[in-house]
């Protein structure tokens, strides 16, 4: 019978992500441990390992697909003497969202509320399911597999369970050694679209990383006092070449001090293009002409 391959959960936070690549392509035999496809999430992109070997069916979410639903199935192993004519249908699978292709932005997404993975079950004669990369790394680690909680397949312990673990990243409580996580709160994201004033721009598709690293910059500014610095500036040579270009000038016009921060600034985007953009939710956009103000 085939086996359904699901999207996994590869932080506490996580209940969604992206299938950034596929490591193993339909008609590929696949042993347990194989890393299979790299998955994106909102902290960074990692290796997913097959749990069970067999060969690879049927794919059911291309590379580069946004936003699929941790558990829905993401491909079908073939079973034992089963052929991809013969095999189960699987359920529906959801569709997520392509990659970003324009500079249209969204309304971020809210998040259901995380279901902490299983502890892996550690009873007198049970077995404790785990990846075999996983293994090696605790046992070098010294770290007990009964302390470990699985994300993985039916609770199975997967690399970064072990990581997470040695980092201190999984909270047990005291009785019963169960995973305290919350999901952290999503700030609110405006929709509707970004002006680009009237100028031409180059959009660069933002990953989950970025997103999420601005839904926490946006955050932190909202939420955490700040203060700001201030410093004293020596600007006589400054000065003395605003003199000698207004007497210049004459009556013609008047530099005044501000108009040469206006062109320092200039002369700053263009020797740093990359700080001339605006900020999107799918996208930077990084424009062609630097107009200030």
Known sequence: MSVQILMPALSPTMTEGKLAKWLKKEGDKVKSGDIIAEIETDKATMEFEAVDEGVIGKILIKEGTEAVA?????????GDGETAASMTAPAPAPAGKPAPTAAKPTAAPVPTAFT????????????IFVSPLAKRIASQAGVSLE????SGPNGRIVKVD????LSGGAERA????AVRATAAPRPATPAGPVPDFGQPFTAVPNSS???IIA????????????????????????LSLRQKLNARAGADYKLSVNDFIIKAVALALKKVPAANATWTDESIRRYDNIDIS
């Open 116 to 127: 902490p993975p299983k502890l892996a079950e550690a009873a007198a004669g049970d077995r």
């Open 70 to 78: 941790v558990n829905s199935p993401i491909a079908v192993l073939l």
């Open 209 to 211: 990383i970025r997103r």
């Open 215 to 238: 839904r926490r910059l946006l955050e932190a500014k909202q939420t955490v006092p700040h203060f700001y610095l201030t410093v004293d500036c020596n600007i006589d040579e400054l």
């Open 147 to 150: 302390t470990i909680a699985g």
């Open 174 to 177: 005291m009785s019963g050694g």
């Open 162 to 165: 072990v990581e997470r673990a």
